[in-house]
C-alpha cells in the first residue's frame, strides 16, 4: 500500500487543521493505520492509531482531547483533526499503515507502509 498524506500547513497557537493520509490499493480496509510526529531534533513519537474498522482508537496521552483519528474506507482515506493547537504540536507528521485485524499499534517499528510526511507549523 501507498500512502500520501497532506493537509499540514502554518496556524496560530489554538487554531485548528486536518490532515488527510490516502492510500492506494483495494484492501486498505485491511489495515490499522496510526499518525507519528517527528520534531527537529527529536525522535518519531506516536500520535493516534485506528483500527481496521474504526471501532478502536489510541491516543498518545499529549494529544487526548484534543486530536482525533477517523477513517473513511470508501475513500481509502485516514484523518487527523487537530484542534487547540500548540507550538510543542510542530513537527513533521506520518501516517503509517500495518496489516492488522486486531492490534492497533503504537509504535513505529510495528508499522509497514509508511506516508512521505506533511510539515505542521504552530506559531505562538
Known amino acids: 500500500v501507498q500512502l500520501q498524506a497532506s493537509g499540514g500547513g502554518l496556524v496560530q497557537a489554538g487554531g485548528s487543521l486536518r490532515l488527510s493520509c490516502a492510500a492506494s490499493?483495494?484492501?486498505?480496509?485491511?489495515?490499522?493505520m496510526g499518525w507519528f510526529r517527528q520534531a527537529p531534533g527529536k525522535e518519531r513519537e506516536f500520535v493516534a492509531a485506528?483500527?481496521?474498522?474504526?471501532?478502536?482508537?489510541l491516543y498518545a496521552d499529549s494529544v487526548k482531547g484534543r486530536f482525533t483519528i477517523s477513517r473513511d474506507n470508501a475513500k481509502n482515506t485516514v484523518y487527523l483533526q487537530m484542534n487547540s493547537l500548540k507550538p510543542e504540536d510542530t513537527a513533521v507528521y506520518y501516517c503509517?499503515?500495518?496489516?492488522?485485524?486486531?492490534?492497533?499499534?503504537?509504535?513505529?517499528?510495528?508499522?509497514?507502509?509508511w506516508g512521505q510526511g506533511t510539515l505542521v507549523t504552530v506559531s505562538s
Open positions: 490499493g483495494r484492501t486498505f480496509s485491511s489495515y490499522s
Open positions: 485506528i483500527s481496521w474498522n474504526g471501532g478502536s482508537t
Open positions: 503509517a499503515a500495518v496489516l492488522s485485524f486486531s492490534d492497533i499499534p503504537g509504535r513505529p517499528y510495528e508499522y509497514s507502509y
